[in-house]
């Protein structure tokens, strides 16, 4: 990974190699690839089994970085306050609500990626303590129904951590949060993102000193339940790969 540091936006470089049988778990993973979708609301007040989280924070540890579930309430309360205010700041800056309402795709979008009006509710649902979401409407009518697949409860708050916060933990954290939702979502859980707070540096330092003992937090989240089954967003493979017929001088630095 970051193999030429004059390159800093090239995070790495993938060979394809012989092949080989996927071992059980990495198939499990695979398959859950085109079905793992990112949550909006409230989950269902179902309890996530305490063996089901210990591997999804398994999961995280395997690639070097760490999750750890929020079980003091009072820690969760100040996360969820800190993602409210960050979220009311964040509101008041027209440019980044128009970044944020550019993912947004209104009723009928045939667009192949953004986030779909039916992913969020209408309306905000209750729950404490209360996790603030995007606003991707941003004044229009769109969302689902509160009683389609939108629950009351919070759900399991989670931040991942890594030691430090070098471009290469970034990706190494990137690579634990893909893992560990994959194994969640093979056990029927789903996660909603709230990085509200960690845009915003004074926030995220705050969360650091107070929250992470010192750890750096790359997300949080919640974890639950929900009866949500809407396909998930995927843009096709021919949008996302170029295939260069070229051949290409083995780099230097690429070994």
Request: with cysteine.
């Amino acid at each position: 990974m970051l193999p030429d540091p004059d390159r800093p936006s090239l995070v790495a470089i993938l060979r394809p190699g012989p092949h080989s049988e996927a071992d059980e778990h990495t198939a499990m993973l695979h398959a859950e690839i085109e079905r793992r979708r990112t949550h909006r609301a409230g989950f269902a007040d179902l309890p996530v089994s305490e063996q089901v989280l210990e591997g999804v924070i398994a999961q995280a540890g395997a690639e070097a970085a760490t999750l750890t579930a929020v079980h003091s309430p009072a820690a969760a309360r100040t996360l969820a306050a800190l993602t409210c205010a960050a979220q009311e700041i964040q509101s008041q800056d027209r440019r980044f609500s128009l970044e944020v309402m550019r993912w947004a795709r209104p009723p009928g979008s045939t667009r192949a990626d953004g986030v779909p009006a039916g992913a969020y509710p209408r309306e905000t649902v209750p729950a404490e303590p209360h996790f603030a979401q995007r606003d991707y409407a941003d004044g229009h009518a769109w969302g689902c129904d509160t009683d389609q697949g939108m629950g009351t409860s919070t759900g399991i708050v989670a931040v991942l951590t890594t030691p430090g916060d070098t471009r290469l933990e970034w990706v190494i954290a990137g690579q634990a949060l893909q893992r560990a939702l994959l194994h969640a979502s093979a056990y029927g859980i789903s996660a909603a993102f709230h990085t509200q707070a960690l845009e915003m540096p004074l926030l995220r330092e705050v969360i650091r000193q107070e929250l992470c003992s010192g750890e750096h937090p790359q997300m949080i989240m919640r974890l639950g339940i929900t009866p949500d089954e809407a396909p998930a967003v995927r843009r096709p493979l021919t949008e996302t790969l170029e295939e260069d017929p070229t051949p290409r001088p083995r780099a230097p630095w690429a070994g």
